[in-house]
Nanobody, 121 residues
């Protein structure tokens, strides 16, 4: 079994910063892509940022220049540094990882339970 555990959410004022972490544990051979998604009240879940196994990154336009995704493969962990936060960034943030259990097996997609980020004065 694999578990993803997020941390780092909370309440922050507009213009502030937060750093989210998501650590995977369990029977892991390797991890392909890692990503962060978010879901605001009344809205669909959207991709915020994604990082490939080779380190290539992509971001939704609304966070470009403000958020940075990174990964630590030795720790099976993905991070999301969020700067210049805006009220519209308020959402539950979920991490996602594509995890392989063995070399020749296809990757499976796993989700964390989410961490709430609230940007408000």
């Amino acid at each position: 079994q694999v578990q993803l555990v997020e941390s780092g959410g909370g309440l922050v004022q507009p213009g502030g910063s937060l750093r989210l972490s998501c650590a995977a544990s369990g029977s892991i051979f390797s991890i392909d892509a890692m990503g962060w998604y978010r879901q605001a009240p009344g809205k669909e879940r959207e991709l915020v940022a994604r990082i490939s196994s080779g380190g290539s990154t992509e971001y939704v336009d609304s966070v470009k220049g403000r958020f940075t995704i990174s990964r630590d493969n030795a720790k099976d962990t993905v991070y999301l540094q969020m700067n210049s936060l805006k009220p519209e960034d308020t959402a539950v943030y979920y991490c996602n990882m594509e995890i392989k259990f063995a070399r020749f097996y296809a990757a499976n997609s796993f989700w964390g339970k989410g961490t709430l980020v609230t940007v408000s004065s």
